[in-house]
């Protein structure tokens, strides 16, 4: 199985991965070359991900790609789908999700300038518009944020604030917010702190539904697996690399290594 991400992120999946799948053999791309995916234009996305999966696939007998960013999920799936014979999973924000719990019907959605420009992102917002506030922050700056906590790298509430002012300023906050990037799930504290909300906030990280097709797709394939060890891979190696390292210990990385994705 084959994770990627441009950042972290990912690593909020493969956590969970880890607790439903702990017999399952993976390989997590940080493709920190060219983080952030999100300021990125949709064809050097779309290119871009076709490049990983081919060269991860002539090395690495995969059989299943799991799209851990919203971002390139809801810019490339349909193309990656048509290029590729194997199942590949993304993950969206889940509106649907969201509707269906949501009490006082204002729904808060923050994401990626390119997930929220998509074409998927605007259909499903017009659609549950007619019942719902949803309220909407574009940002790219709070993946920032997140890598800079997960690296124990000193961030301003400031700044997170400053994203978030949109929210801070309704009358009425939402109940629920779908979190649209994988990075915002590290995150969850310190925004319901910035918006002084209740412990009864409920965030939508849509995880659950990327799972349950991961655990349908192990299923048809009987869990048959052809890579034996846990694998992480980078293409960039600096000074944030070194500082994410300790954090990697937790997923009992067989080999951690550089790979050349250009």
């Known amino acids: 199985m084959l994770i990627f991400d441009?950042?972290?992120?990912?690593?909020?999946?493969?956590?969970t991965i880890?607790?439903?799948?702990?017999?399952?053999h993976y390989i997590y791309i940080?493709?920190?070359?060219?983080?952030?995916?999100?300021?990125?234009?949709?064809?050097?996305?779309?290119?871009r991900i076709i490049t990983i999966i081919k060269?991860?696939?002539?090395?690495?007998?995969?059989?299943?790609?799991?799209?851990?960013?919203?971002?390139?999920?809801?810019?490339?799936?349909?193309?990656l789908k048509k290029t590729f014979n194997f199942p590949i999973i993304g993950i969206f924000p889940d509106i649907n999700a969201a509707e269906k719990i949501t009490k006082n019907h204002i729904?808060?959605?923050?994401?990626?300038?390119?997930?929220i420009q998509s074409s998927y992102t605007q259909k499903l917002v017009y659609e549950k518009s007619f019942n719902n506030a949803i309220k909407?922050?574009?940002?790219?700056?709070?993946?920032?944020?997140?890598?800079k906590k997960i690296r124990k790298i000193a961030f301003s509430k400031l700044d997170l604030k400053k994203i978030l002012t949109p929210w801070l300023n309704l009358s009425i906050k939402p109940d629920t917010i779908i979190l649209g990037?994988?990075?915002f799930t590290f995150l969850k504290?310190?925004?319901?702190?910035?918006?002084?909300?209740?412990s009864s906030i409920n965030f939508i990280d849509s995880r659950q539904k990327m799972l349950f097709a991961l655990q349908n797709y192990l299923h048809k394939l009987k869990n048959h697996q052809n890579i034996q060890q846990n694998i992480f891979l980078y293409s960039k190696n600096d000074q944030y690399l070194k500082q994410l390292l300790f954090f990697l210990k937790k997923y009992q990385f067989n080999k951690i290594a550089y790979i050349n994705l250009n």
């Open 181 to 183: 990037c994988t990075h």
């Open 18 to 24: 880890k607790m439903i799948f702990p017999n399952i």
């Open 189 to 198: 504290k310190e925004i319901k702190e910035s918006l002084h909300l209740s």
């Open 136 to 147: 909407i922050i574009s940002t790219n700056q709070l993946a920032l944020i997140a890598e």
């Open 107 to 115: 729904i808060g959605l923050i994401a990626t300038k390119k997930t």
């Open 6 to 15: 441009s950042g972290i992120g990912g690593l909020s999946i493969l956590k």
């Open 55 to 79: 060269k991860i696939k002539k090395i690495y007998p995969i059989n299943i790609v799991l799209i851990a960013c919203n971002t390139v999920s809801t810019v490339a799936l349909s193309f």
């Open 30 to 47: 940080l493709d920190n070359e060219v983080f952030p995916y999100g300021n990125k234009t949709e064809h050097f996305i779309i290119h």
